[in-house]
């Protein structure tokens, strides 16, 4: 056994992944061998309702480099990552994605990064393979918006597959935020950070663990976390209304006291109502979603409930000897 301490931490999130996850296993095993650095890989399991923890709990009976976090439930995908890098302890930690789209072979190129002295390497999709055209279109978007709305440069098109040196991951563990936007906070917390260009391949088997839904929830983590620009909008919208508003209520008493008629367009008042009304109600809908996350960080709740915890203890023992 390699009694050396661990130099690289690699954290695979894993949700339902009981048909990709023996490949994974064996990619990344022969990717970090090859390194010759001793390694650990942290296998968390988010509440999975497939063999994907029996299978996980298998390899890290056989294989002492594997540790293993297993989640009471579904927790997301960007706790579990939080989670492994809470329970990491290499010198560099690499986040990587269970379906093979985030390809293991990257990662000896973000360790040459490292080394060169960057504390953040974070991996750019230059191209995304096999993925339908409408997450494509999405994601473009998204990330467009969010580059323009917040005030932290959150790099265009990276996702969580990027390594993170100690002082970096440390970082980020001391954010205590509830409602996570791991590439965004990966940013905010500055230190050197530089991007290597990947092919994003398709994934491997199964299907995307991210239904619309959750990657709904994720774009509005990331815009709450970083803009404050969606409140002031309706600031701005409602300054719009009521100048149009009153130009209108002008027009109206002119043509009454100079033109002898009452203005016509009951409709068209009726319309400007009802559009007035949904863009309150949207306005409220923005606020929910701002008092909403500052009502979870208020309860302070911890981020993640453990229901097992496996292979760390061949660390302590080798830390005893
Ligand atoms: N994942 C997770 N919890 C979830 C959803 C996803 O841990 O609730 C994991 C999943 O197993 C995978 C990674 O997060 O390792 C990315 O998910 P996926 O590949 O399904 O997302 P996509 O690539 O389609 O955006
Ligand atoms: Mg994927």
């Not at 695979?12 to 001793?38: A, C, G, H, I």
């Not at 393979?129 to 467009?144: H, M, N, Q, R, S």
């Not at 959150?154 to 509830?178: I, M, Q, T, Y």
Request: charged residues 25%; proline residues 4%; aromatic residues 10%.
């Amino acid at each position: 056994m390699d009694r050396r301490p661990v130099e690289l931490s690699v954290v695979v999130p894993l949700y339902n992944e009981e048909q990709v996850l023996p490949e994974t296993y064996k990619r990344l095993k022969q990717v970090l061998d090859s390194t010759r650095e001793p390694y650990e890989i942290i296998f968390v399991d988010d509440g999975s309702r497939d063999r994907t923890l029996d299978l996980a709990r298998e390899f890290c009976q056989t294989d002492e480099n594997i540790k293993l976090l297993s989640f009471s439930r579904n927790f997301g995908h960007q706790i579990a990552i939080t989670a492994g890098m809470d329970h990491s302890c290499g010198s560099a930690v690499v986040v990587i994605d269970a379906d093979l789209q985030d390809p293991p072979e990257v990662i000896p190129a973000m360790i040459e990064k490292w080394r060169q002295g960057f504390d953040v390497v974070y991996g750019r999709r230059a191209e995304r393979k096999g993925e339908t055209f409408f997450k494509k279109l999405t994601a473009k978007l998204f990330y467009k918006l969010l580059h323009g709305l917040s005030e932290v440069d959150v790099p265009l098109d990276a996702g969580d597959f990027r390594l993170l040196d100690r002082k970096a991951c440390d970082a980020l563990k001391s954010l205590p935020e509830r409602n996570r936007y791991v590439r965004g906070l990966a940013s905010w917390i500055g230190f050197k950070q530089t991007g290597i260009e990947f092919v994003r391949e398709e994934r491997f088997a199964g299907e995307t663990k991210y239904p619309l839904r959750k990657m709904l929830k994720l774009a509005a983590d990331g815009i709450t976390s970083f803009s404050y620009k969606p409140l002031k909008l309706a600031g701005y919208l409602g300054t719009v209304m009521i100048l149009a508003s009153g130009l209108y209520l002008l027009y109206a008493l002119g043509a009454r006291l100079f033109a002898g008629f009452a203005a016509p367009g009951w409709d068209w008042l009726a319309a400007v109502g009802l559009f007035g009304n949904g863009v309150t109600l949207a306005a409220i809908a923005i606020l929910g979603e701002y008092i909403g996350r500052i009502a979870d960080e208020a309860k302070a709740r911890p981020l993640y409930i453990l229901k097992e915890k496996m292979g760390y203890d061949v660390h302590a023992k080798l830390r005893a000897r």
